[in-house]
């Protein structure tokens, strides 16, 4: 990553021994850390003068030793960064500046370091010895003044899908023998916090428990014995050892982040959990990942109609989807679970001739994304990637992990090494939010963690609400692969789960507008090819709006009821609306750097949205001389807007 770095340095040096607390803030000075290192080390959060973390303690066991636990400190550093950061692959942002204080305490055998931006704080620990020892615990501790409301995707299993319901409760009225996924929402009076972690890497995922008005982070220790489980898709952990990982203490571990916002939307301007991590790994060319849509053949199961051949997991129905593709200019296909054996990539399904589809995909212009279950990567990942690189396959999905161990952690991160020396890109499912991979592997396009579409198949879980507290909340943590694109459409009284012709939640306008609210560099065109051709002028428009966006300004919203978002690609705005239950008018003030692009072209819920979800209006039209646009929005409706 290509960078340019002002640093104003202001070194404090003193003596072994020193004690005196710290205050550390944002460069807007609106975020004040107070670090207190006379005995345990812990620290507190103001905000605009309030508080809204008071003193909670942090620290690691490390062997024999307890850092953070009476420790003296030998020496204190301050530093004023200011960093542009250009995008690998744009996801918000084509450049963004990386802006923040930080302050460096260091000890005889580790460091702490702490950082103050202005959308928020974090901080880390780092050893300072070339030894490896077992890390047996991290206390990570959140102490609110309050018993503020939360927003969690509660479980009581540390194996789980990553895909829970939000509970939305005030701390002390949460059930103590569950934890939490992050991130997780603190709702401190007028203020959102958000908690989570970033730069994960050869450490296990955390979880957060509540404990009175307090979040307590939960780790699961390293594996020692696995077990298959669900007839060889799952390999959990059965036995584990007694301590969280064996490293060498030379490195960093994760960073403690709480972003801090004074408006709901402002979450959506802000990419610190991608900032906090390490930027693209060393000597590796990225120049090769290509963003884009995928055509996909599972959520629709192949539903494919009209045509001269019986459709299914076969070759006839895979080169349909690449000459489907090839026309409408989509760069992939994913080919999901059924292409080679159960449990061997290497042996291939004598329906599905991939070697011939690569071919055929590589005449046309296509990339073939195949599916893989994690355990099969795991053995045969050498083997399999030297072989889907002789076919021409342009990228994998995994899925089926349902843990964030440090094994799993490790395991990840090798796919991402692995993948990018093949020039694979990578889209991960069945697995924990992914904070901060996508930095130092741009190949990793997307990432799951999420009550996605698919749940419309079984459920009904995957509600309009649902729908506007994921970009506030689990999309804060990077590209979120939801999956959207369905045409036929529902209100909730009308809905009905279907495996064979899935139905998704809300308008159909709700659907366009995932395509600019949700970010996914590798974005999935959901349904079949035939209800695509069904439904053409939606379709298309959906075709236009890019995966990727060099500028993001949110507009409005609330989490839970409605959001508004502006993006830019290249020279072209396009504006996206999604909305709750509640029907909603909107006036939208568009931003100063959109009112000279006058001319739009909607995609927005009709008449009779509000009852058959199907319904939309396709119409130009313009704001008026004061960049307003007035927009009106069904219960479980959106709008679209591309601005030219």
Known sequence: MKYFLVILLLCITVLSGYSQNQILSSPDGKNIIGIFTDGDLS??????DETILERSPLSMKVGDEDWGISSKVLRVDRQFINVKVIYTVPRKYKT?????????????????????????????FSGRRNLVK????????????ENYETYTLLTDKLQNWFEEDYTI???????????????VMVCARSFKLLLAEANLFNYPGMFLQPAGKSFKGLFANYPLKEELLEDGNKLYAAVRENFLVETNLSRSFPWRVMGIFEKDSDILSSDLVYLLSDEKAPGVDFSWVKPGKVLWDWWNDRNIYNVSFVSGINTETY?????YAARYGIEYILIDEGWSARDNLLELNPEVDIPAICKHAQEKGVGVILWA??????????????????WGVKGVKIDFMDRNDARMVNFLHQVAQKSAEHHLLVDFHGVYPCLGITRRYPNVMTYEGVIGLEYNKWSTRATVTHDLIIPYLRMWAGP?????????????ETFHASQ???????????????????????????????????NIPSFEFINTIPTTWDETIPLDGKIGEYLVVARRSGETWYVGGLNGNEPRDLEIKLPPVINDHKSMIIHADGENAFKEGKDYRLYDETADKDGILTIKMARGGGFAAIIS
């Not at 302050?103 to 928020?120: C, H, M, P, S």
């Not at 409760?169 to 991130?183: A, G, H, M, Q, Y």
């Not at 080169?319 to 000459?323: A, E, H, K, M, S």
């Open 169 to 183: 409760k005030n701390i002390e009225d949460l059930p103590v023998d569950r934890f939490s996924i992050t991130p």
């Open 96 to 124: 963004a500046s990386d802006q923040y204080n930080k302050l460096i305490l260091t000890y005889k055998d580790f460091q702490v370091e702490f950082r103050a931006y202005n959308d928020g704080i974090a901080y880390r």
């Open 480 to 492: 979120m692969d939801y999956t959207p694109g369905a045409m036929l459409n529902s209100q909730a």
């Open 500 to 534: 064979r012709e899935p139905v998704s939640q809300g308008t159909r306008s709700h659907q366009v507008a995932m395509y600019i609210i949700y970010e996914s560099p590798l974005q999935m065109l959901s349904d079949s090819p035939t209800k695509y051709e069904e």
């Open 373 to 390: 279950k994690w355990i099969n990567v795991d053995r045969q990942m050498e083997e399999a990637f030297d072989l889907f690189g002789q």
């Open 134 to 145: 077992p890390v047996h615990k991290e206390t990570v501790c959140y102490n609110f003044p």
């Open 319 to 323: 080169n349909y989807l690449v000459d």
């Open 43 to 48: 620290y507190s959060v103001k905000h605009n």
